[in-house]
């Protein structure tokens, strides 16, 4: 169960607000934000809020322009253009374009409940994780995360243990992490990009895909599949990625602001979307065979994948201190 953020998003909000006596009228800065998800998604929902909450706290200085449902482009293709300084910022899934750290995050079954995973992303490893990102081009103010754990769903076989998985074509995204744990599983992983995995599954170059329940739901794949096994292996961070050239142009009010708006923002994205997950699996069980891995075959899926862990370790994408250190933060909550 997720643990109320309530106090601490009161206090960031009110943070915001506190700042508007701060401003000074100057020149407005218009902040393009783009993300992939449907303008019902709890991504876009959040992004609402910032835009108000940012504007209002600016008295207008900065303006923000949101466009949702990848008319700008896919999340790759965002990244680079928030790299680029053609949009100011985004959220979404590519976000090992910003650091290989990101990974850690995503290791198989580093997390046995969702409050880990959020004590992580919020602590002094989640961080550094962020400034490691700024070498490659983004400044990330906030952190979060991308719904609650990721499920498989399919249109051959409930999944029940490892050997089921075995041979099934799997779509997945650019997340080395992914492809690595649907490889040691064995099943065959085919790349599509997000928007388009739909007709993917629609058409059979898929036969599964694994998202959390909320993006399941949004992106209405439980249309094209049959199956849905509740594995809970992997979340995702959610990095607020903001273009550094365009956050270094604002004065130090303005940075002030932005930075407490996106830090509420974050918060508030966490609770709402979280909260939701339980609704969206609710419904996936009325649309779906819904099975959930037993406690006697989840240890199969934990040794299958431990090699996962090394594999990035040995890239020298993180150390094993790092690691260590996540893992203490985890297991501590």
Known sequence: MVRSKGLGFAILVGLVVGL?????????????????????????????????????A????????????????????????????????????????????????????????????????????????????????????????????????????????????????????????????????????????????????????ADGQENPCSNIVEMKFYEVQNYMTVVNYQVHPDPFFVNPAWYNSLPADLQAIFDAAAAATMAYSDSIWLAKEDGYRAFLETQLETNVVTDENRPLFINQVASVWQYFIDKGYFTQAEVDAAVAIASGI
């Open 20 to 56: 508007v006596g701060f401003s000074a009228w100057a020149d407005t800065h218009t902040f393009t934000f783009g993300h992939a998800q449907p303008l019902t998604h709890p991504r876009h929902l959040s992004m609402l809020f910032f835009e108000q909450l940012v504007e209002e």
């Open 58 to 205: 600016s008295q207008g200085r900065i303006q923000v322009e949101l466009f949702g449902a990848a008319v700008l482009g896919s999340e790759a293709e965002l990244m680079d253009m928030v790299k680029l300084g053609t949009i100011q910022g985004t959220r979404g899934g590519a976000f090992q374009k910003a650091s290989n750290k990101y990974i850690l995050i995503t290791l198989p079954f580093l997390f046995a409940n969702v409050d880990q995973a959020l004590a992580l992303v919020r602590s002094d490893v989640g961080a550094s994780i962020n400034e490691a990102s700024l070498a490659n081009g983004y400044y990330v103010p906030a952190l979060g995360l991308a719904g609650g754990f990721r499920q498989i769903t399919n249109v051959v076989r409930p999944i029940e243990t490892p050997a089921d998985i075995a041979g099934m074509k799997i779509r997945a995204p650019g997340i080395e992490s992914i492809v690595k744990t649907f490889e040691a599983l064995g099943a065959v992983v085919t790349s599509i990009p997000y928007n388009d995995t739909y007709m993917g599954l629609k058409t059979g170059v």
